[in-house]
T-cell receptor
Framework: TQLLEQSPQFLSIQEGENLTVYCNSS?????LQWYRQEPGEGPVLLVT?????EVKKLKRLTFQFGDARKDSSLHITAAQPGDTGLYLC??????????FGKGTRLSVIA | NAGVTQTPKFQVLKTGQSMTLQCAQD?????MYWYRQDPGMGLRLIYY???????DKGEVPNGYNVSRLNKREFSLRLESAAPSQTSVYFC??????????FGPGTRLLVL
């Protein structure tokens, strides 16, 4: 059983569209991170959310941590081809410093 | 600052051969990590080192060994490579606040 379930697994949209990807769990987390990974590179941290209900904005990206700290969402407004990549959520769990979801692979077509 | 560097970038091994993947960071971080990334499986933790002189197993440690040579360097060794170890390997280091910085990865093919 995957600790962090990400959906959808794949998403292909046209430039200018809005989208939301999700990261869900039955566990409560002290914090949750979102990373973006471009082809041939390592993941890069986008944001860390800590407080239940917290909303953080990074330009056209809006991140929300669920009130119960079990889930999170990433909303992209007016997607651009530069947003293409693998979006990963991650959270500390037990003795494991960071557990990753399997990711959502986003393709934005011009 | 170079951040996290990994060598080699690519490697092809035959079953049974050994090799060491090198990782170095210049950010003075205490914690370092080794992950493997496989299609459909996401990033899985192999081993980590919370500080110089300590190492701990992650989710998938079998078939691997690690050495935290000093604060900067954390190496991953495959003693007898198997086709199941074909993967992309990422090294990361972590700040005190929990942000991980990843290297560019090593692509390993075991025939």
């Amino acid at each position: 059983t995957q600790l962090l379930e990400q959906s959808p697994q794949f998403l292909s949209i046209q430039e200018g569209e809005n989208l939301t990807v999700y990261c869900n769990s039955s566990s409560v987390f002290s914090s949750l991170q979102w990373y973006r990974q471009e082809p041939g590179e390592g993941p890069v941290l986008l944001v860390t959310v800590v407080t239940g209900g917290e909303v953080k904005k990074l330009k056209r990206l809006t991140f929300q941590f669920g009130d119960a700290r079990k889930d999170s969402s990433l909303h992209i407004t007016a997607a651009q081809p530069g947003d293409t990549g693998l979006y990963l959520c991650a959270a500390p769990s037990g003795n494991t410093p960071l557990v990753f979801g399997k990711g959502t692979r986003l393709s934005v077509i011009a | 600052n170079a951040g996290v560097t990994q060598t080699p970038k690519f490697q092809v091994l035959k079953t049974g051969q050994s090799m060491t993947l090198q990782c170095a960071q210049d950010m003075n971080h205490n914690s370092m990590y080794w992950y493997r990334q496989d299609p459909g499986m996401g990033l899985r933790l192999i081993y980590y080192s919370a500080s110089e002189g300590t190492t701990d197993k992650g989710e998938v440690p079998n078939g691997y060994n690690v050495s935290r040579l000093n604060k900067r360097e954390f190496s991953l060794r495959l003693e007898s490579a198997a086709p199941s170890q074909t993967s992309v390997y990422f090294c990361a280091s972590q700040t005190g606040s929990g942000t991980q910085y990843f290297g560019p990865g090593t692509r390993l093919l075991v025939l």
